[in-house]
């Protein structure tokens, strides 16, 4: 990445299976005139890091919305990547392995871009990328922004009729803004060494966290996710 480095050879992949429940037929809903899909799309081909693009999707109806947008999809995923309990790490395993045997590309770093996460930028994925190239001690980076809870003041736990914190500080502590700094995760940018695609889980392996700004982080869950992030485009888009 530096001065006298070889760029590693990454693949993003795009995870869009056509099954979500919190809000319905999502990765085609459209977001001021737009395919949800078409935001993931744009911001990997501008991301310059980016060697080569995969979706992996077992709808025909995503697959058709991809190549509206020109992004060639070569495969469906396998219906037992595809339900509700199967781990994403594997879809992101099966579509690495497809690339590299049927189009050739072998990956340095593989990165996911989670298609519910539409404010995510080129600068954000290139920046989880220079983190894991820079650390030689990670496997893996994820996106992560302050978080809006504390656990060592405003987030609790209950044991019977009482509230106990979910962790206690080292010290009593007033104001949240007096507390231990923490971080909520993001799936924005996951980034691995393709060495160590072969983790079962997040935390699994020594990962580190590149922080982006909470509102390019926002996560679409459920249908007020949605508008909420639609609200965020039209103030973006706005100017200041």
Same mark, same amino acid.
């Given at each position: 990445?530096?001065t006298?480095r070889?760029?590693?050879?990454?693949? #993003?992949?795009?995870?869009a299976?056509g099954?979500?429940?919190?809000?319905?037929?999502?990765n085609f809903?459209?977001l001021?005139?737009?395919?949800?899909?078409?935001?993931?799309?744009?911001?990997?081909?501008?991301?310059?890091?980016?060697?080569h693009?995969?979706?992996?999707?077992?709808?025909?109806?995503?697959?058709?919305?991809?190549?509206?947008?020109d992004?060639?999809?070569?495969f469906?995923r396998?219906?037992?990547?595809?339900t509700? %309990?199967?781990?994403?790490?594997?879809?992101?395993?099966? #579509?690495?392995?497809?690339?590299?045997?049927e189009e050739?590309?072998?990956?340095?770093?593989?990165?996911?871009?989670d298609v519910?996460?539409?404010?995510?930028?080129p600068?954000?994925? #290139?920046?989880?990328?220079g983190?894991?190239? %820079?650390?030689?001690d990670?496997?893996?980076v994820?996106t992560i922004y302050e978080a809006?809870?504390?656990?060592y003041?405003?987030m609790?736990e209950l044991?019977?009729? !009482?509230? !106990?914190?979910?962790?206690?500080?080292?010290?009593p502590?007033?104001r949240?803004?007096d507390a231990? #700094?923490?971080?909520s995760?993001?799936?924005?940018?996951?980034?691995?060494? !393709?060495?160590?695609?072969s983790v079962?889980?997040?935390?699994?392996?020594?990962?580190?966290?590149?922080?982006?700004?909470?509102?390019?982080?926002?996560d679409?869950?459920?249908?007020?996710?949605?508008?909420?992030?639609e609200?965020?485009?039209r103030r973006?888009? %706005?100017g200041?």
């Amino acid at each position: 990445m530096g001065t006298g480095r070889v760029s590693p050879r990454v693949l #993003a992949t795009i995870c869009a299976r056509g099954g979500s429940k919190g809000v319905p037929g999502k990765n085609f809903r459209e977001l001021l005139g737009r395919p949800l899909l078409a935001y993931t799309v744009d911001c990997a081909r501008a991301c310059a890091l980016i060697g080569h693009i995969v979706l992996s999707t077992d709808s025909d109806e995503i697959a058709s919305v991809a190549e509206s947008l020109d992004l060639r999809v070569p495969f469906r995923r396998p219906a037992l990547l595809a339900t509700d %309990s199967a781990a994403k790490i594997e879809a992101i395993r099966h #579509a690495t392995e497809y690339v590299e045997k049927e189009e050739g590309f072998r990956p340095d770093l593989v990165v996911d871009l989670d298609v519910g996460v539409p404010l995510r930028t080129p600068e954000d994925v #290139a920046g989880a990328i220079g983190l894991l190239c %820079s650390r030689s001690d990670l496997d893996a980076v994820v996106t992560i922004y302050e978080a809006e809870r504390n656990p060592y003041f405003n987030m609790v736990e209950l044991e019977g009729a !009482r509230l !106990r914190l979910v962790k206690q500080p080292p010290r009593p502590v007033l104001r949240r803004q007096d507390a231990p #700094a923490v971080h909520s995760v993001s799936p924005s940018v996951f980034a691995w060494r !393709r060495d160590r695609l072969s983790v079962a889980h997040l935390y699994e392996g020594r990962w580190g966290g590149f922080v982006v700004p909470r509102e390019r982080a926002q996560d679409i869950d459920d249908e007020i996710d949605l508008q909420f992030v639609e609200f965020l485009m039209r103030r973006r888009d %706005s100017g200041p």
